[in-house]
């Protein structure tokens, strides 16, 4: 009787870690896809690109998948991917010398590992990504049904409507 319980305590022992490692993924997968720069946020204390040279690559993308982290011509091969749950404001200053005011993340928020920087979720359509110094905003480039890159909305121009005034649309039958 005692072998049984002992060898099935063994058996119990032996199958924890494994069921451990399947659920306890320490990365973050949610944020595999491509991202447009869509602003310059800030800047850390140190940062090896200017004003100009960040404007630059804003409206560029930056692709995540398990294999690298792209952005422009830089490759980063094997992102870790490792996600940890932070303070934005401690982990900013700490880490990368900047302030997180102008972030607008949650708190706590999500860091991901890239290998070559870092990201912070901010929800799932939107990253901030630090890159040479700079912390810029992303947006998710979302895939329309035939695998295409779906065109993003564009903001429209200010009108000339009134407050009190409903405007109404003209039918395309419908002059001027």
């Given at each position: 009787?005692?072998?049984?319980?002992?060898?099935?305590?063994?058996?119990?022992?032996?199958?924890?870690?494994?069921?451990?490692d399947?659920?306890?993924?320490?990365?973050?997968?949610s944020?595999?896809?491509?991202?447009?720069?869509?602003?310059?946020l800030?800047?850390?204390?140190?940062?090896?690109l200017?004003?100009?040279?960040?404007?630059?690559?804003?409206?560029?993308?930056?692709?995540?998948?398990?294999?690298?982290?792209?952005l422009?011509?830089?490759?980063?091969?094997?992102?870790?991917?490792?996600?940890?749950?932070?303070?934005?404001?401690?982990h900013?200053?700490?880490?990368?010398?900047?302030?997180?005011?102008?972030?607008?993340?949650?708190n706590?928020?999500?860091?991901?590992?890239?290998?070559?920087?870092?990201a912070?979720?901010?929800?799932?359509?939107?990253?901030?990504i630090l890159?040479k110094?700079?912390?810029?905003d992303?947006?998710?480039?979302?895939?329309?049904?035939t695998?295409?890159?779906?065109?993003?909305?564009?903001?429209?121009p200010?009108?000339?409507?009134?407050?009190?005034?409903?405007?109404?649309?003209?039918?395309?039958f419908?002059?001027?």
């Open positions: 009787m005692r072998i049984i319980i002992g060898a099935l305590a063994f058996c119990a022992l032996m199958t924890q870690p494994a069921l451990a399947a659920s306890d993924d320490p990365r973050d997968l944020v595999i896809g491509k991202w447009k720069l869509t602003s310059v800030d800047y850390a204390e140190i940062a090896s200017d004003e100009r040279g960040a404007r630059k690559l804003v409206g560029k993308i930056a692709s995540i998948s398990e294999a690298s982290f792209k422009g011509t830089r490759v980063c091969e094997d992102p870790d991917l490792s996600a940890e749950w932070v303070e934005p404001e401690l900013l200053r700490d880490q990368v010398h900047a302030s997180a005011e102008n972030l607008r993340l949650p706590p928020v999500t860091v991901i590992d890239l290998t070559c920087t870092i912070y979720v901010r929800d799932s359509d939107h990253l901030v890159w110094g700079v912390l810029f992303t947006v998710r480039v979302k895939a329309d049904a695998g295409k890159k779906a065109r993003q909305p564009q903001p429209r200010a009108g000339k409507a009134e407050p009190d005034k409903v405007q109404r649309a003209l039918m395309p419908e002059a001027p």
